[in-house]
């Protein structure tokens, strides 16, 4: 008799706690950043709170008998309603990641003028995850929504196509879209591909995503759900860690610092006064005597710094 509840069991808590470790080193090196701009953490956070849902409904619904042969000691029920709210987690998971990653992405190009498509990204990820959840929550007619065996429901298969080839578009949307903005941009070329390659570790959620397609034939009327469903619900979690690892990656300290929005980089890393071929910097005294520098983007326009201020009521600006 086929027994994978156990893996399942192993796989979903290591998985949870890769994901775990991941966003706490992330939180702990880059607290100053993420005190100073709230909305990227709150959205890495709450990926990270629904992970975990997601995973401990999957080992529950194991306890269950998710990845056993049906017999007595088989709670159908039970396994269906831990993965119906796991599903929904799922769902949310994938939206928080994602916007997370547009969200730390708008953050870095304020100062630059192109965050118009940024918002538009934003929106139709929204749209996308709202859909997706009221789709999920409602695949089959109420009060028993979760009973995919026997109640009355929509063709399930072809919703988790849908999701999964979408989330397979969307995450290639996520890399093109930073790297034809950041091969835009005045930097030197290692910079430049050092910037894309950490968005483009979203390519491996497009590897997991492709590898859940082939198993969705655990969604057929047909096939007993204990039994077949158990690769399709690894391949979830597997999704989920990689969507929070990716959505981790861009705060690495050699991204940071290659990105030349400067306002990540702290005053006293380059030189003062100093003005590089690709942007530029302004220090002296502050108003209050301590010191600080202002970091700019070249970008074939006047660039006019607001609101710092040196001794004597001077302002700071450059002209490209």
């Known amino acids: 008799m086929d027994n994978h509840s156990g893996a399942i069991k192993i796989a979903s808590w290591f ?14 090196t880059r607290w100053r950043l993420f005190r100073e701009n709230l909305l990227p953490f709150a959205l890495l956070l709450s990926t990270l709170i629904s992970s975990i849902i997601s995973g401990a409904c999957i080992s529950l619904s194991a306890t269950h008998g998710l990845g056993t ?11 269906q309603k831990a993965l119906y709210i796991s599903d929904l987690f799922y769902i949310l998971t994938l939206g928080f990641g994602k916007l997370a990653v547009v969200a730390f992405f708008h953050m870095l190009l304020s100062g630059t003028g192109q965050i118009q498509i940024t918002i538009l990204v934003q929106g139709f990820l929204i749209l996308w995850t709202a859909s ?12 028993e929504v979760w009973d995919l065996v026997s109640g009355r429901c929509i063709h399930t298969r072809s919703l988790w196509t849908y999701s999964s080839t979408s989330n397979i578009l969307i995450e290639t949307l996520l890399i093109l879209v930073p790297s034809i903005i950041i091969f835009r941009l005045h930097m030197p070329l290692r910079k430049r591909v050092l910037v894309v390659a950490c968005f483009s570790f979203r390519a491996l959620d497009i590897l997991v995503s492709s590898i859940q397609l082939h198993y969705l034939h655990a969604f057929d009327s047909q096939t007993p759900v204990p039994v077949d469903l158990w690769p399709w619900v690894i391949c979830s979690q597997v999704l989920q860690t990689t969507t929070i690892v990716s959505a981790c990656v861009p705060y690495l300290r050699e991204f940071l610092e290659a990105f030349p929005s400067g306002m990540l980089r702290p005053a ?51 002209r490209d």
């Open 15 to 28: 998985l949870l706690l890769t994901s775990i470790s991941v966003v706490t080193v992330c939180s702990l």
């Open 69 to 79: 042969s049906l017999s007595p000691s088989t709670s159908l029920p039970g396994i």
């Open 132 to 143: 997706m959840f009221i789709a999920a929550s409602l695949q089959c007619r109420p009060p």
């Open 268 to 318: 006293g890393e380059a030189g003062s006064g100093g003005t590089g071929g690709n942007g530029g910097s302004a220090s002296g005294e502050g108003v209050k005597g301590g010191r600080y520098q202002v970091y700019f983007l070249r970008q074939g326009r006047d660039v006019e710094l607001e609101g710092w201020e040196g001794r004597g009521g001077m302002s700071l600006f450059s």
